[in-house]
């Protein structure tokens, strides 16, 4: 699995780096498909804006996506926020994916069995 981190209107710099791949990595505990997870960390320059610092996530499946993203007034902040919400969504997402499959599974069953009996 990758994690790669990405800068607007910020400099990355080696703290921040190891910050967001060790909280973003954890959710890697919750699902073990996932191919890569992409971290855009976003400053908005603008002083009239209280919650500058911008944190999105876009995590890979092999059969899907899920994108969160969370603002606050520091980058570490921005990171926490992000770093929940991408693994409440990767709980969901795996759950989704294990129920379908079970209903997958046993409509397909019923279909072929019914098929088989029409061409007999």
Known sequence: M?????GRNIEITDPIRAYAE???GKVMNHYDQIQSIDVVLNVIKNPSVAQSHTAEVLCKFVSGSVQ????????YASIDL?????????KKFKEKQ??????ASIRTDVVQE???KVTE
């Not at 990758?2 to 990405?6: E, N, S």
């Not at 969160?68 to 980058?75: D, I």
């Not at 992000?82 to 990767?90: C, F, L, Y």
């Not at 294990?98 to 209903?103: A, Q």
């Open 82 to 90: 992000v770093a929940d919400k991408i693994s409440r969504q990767v």
């Open 98 to 103: 294990i129920t379908s499959s079970k209903n």
């Open 114 to 116: 019914d098929e088989e």
């Open 2 to 6: 990758r994690i790669t981190v990405k």
């Open 22 to 24: 060790e909280k973003i």
């Open 68 to 75: 969160a993203e969370e603002s606050a007034e520091s980058m």
